[in-house]
């Protein structure tokens, strides 16, 4: 019995230590595969990083690209002739929203009044430099029903587009020609006949008064521009 007891003190203390390095041991492979995924999860990071600042490279080339193209085809092409004397048209103007733009109208005589047959609408301009604005239809209406508002001309339209459909360019140009008294002086009688005779002589009224003044103020005092202008024009500018 002794030798019985000697043996399973000496069996009993093998079983305890067999047990704690086999649970070391079966824990360590799992440590080790945590590891290969966090690994492998960084490289698949690390992949798509790369390519993402691949693709924003190309991105970035593409629109550099498209904004050359854009400055070559933005430059300004080149008119035909036909194409760079070709007029704006009241049709064109009278075409959409363009008919209710709205344009400054100056006087440059006093007291000129006109009342829109479509609207009704009163205008007045009272004293030279007076503004109204109007609609460009309006204008054109104007135009219709008395050329003697814009051709003698009392009033005159701020507008390149409308002075371009209306034909009032050589209107505008004897006005400016008259205010101009330094280049109106140094223009020869074949220069000025080519102005002037352009107005009909109905609408002369108006640019024989501002000569007029012109010469009583003493801004216009050559006596043989005066005479030059007497006889085209048609009227004693002298006083």
Known sequence: MEENKNIEKEVAPKKTATKKPTA??????????RVDQLEQQMAMM??????????MQVQQ???????????ITSEPVQ???EESTRKVT????LTGETANELVEVISIETNVVYTSPKTNIVYKWLKPGDVEVMQIKEVITMD????????TPWLRVVDERLVEALGLEHVYEAVDLIENVEKLSNMSREELEEVFNKIPKKYLRTYRDLLYKKV???EIKDRFLIQD??????VDLNY
């Open 79 to 81: 008119m035909s002739k």
């Open 24 to 33: 070391k041991k079966k824990a360590e492979p799992k440590d080790d595969s």
């Open 61 to 71: 080339t593409q629109i550099q690209e498209n904004k050359t193209e854009q400055k």
């Open 90 to 93: 009241k049709a064109e103007l």
């Open 216 to 218: 009583k103020n003493r």
């Open 46 to 55: 690390s992949n798509m990083m790369q390519e993402m600042m691949k693709m």
């Open 229 to 234: 202008l007497s006889e085209i024009l048609d």
């Open 144 to 151: 219709n029903v008395s050329g003697r508002l814009l051709r």
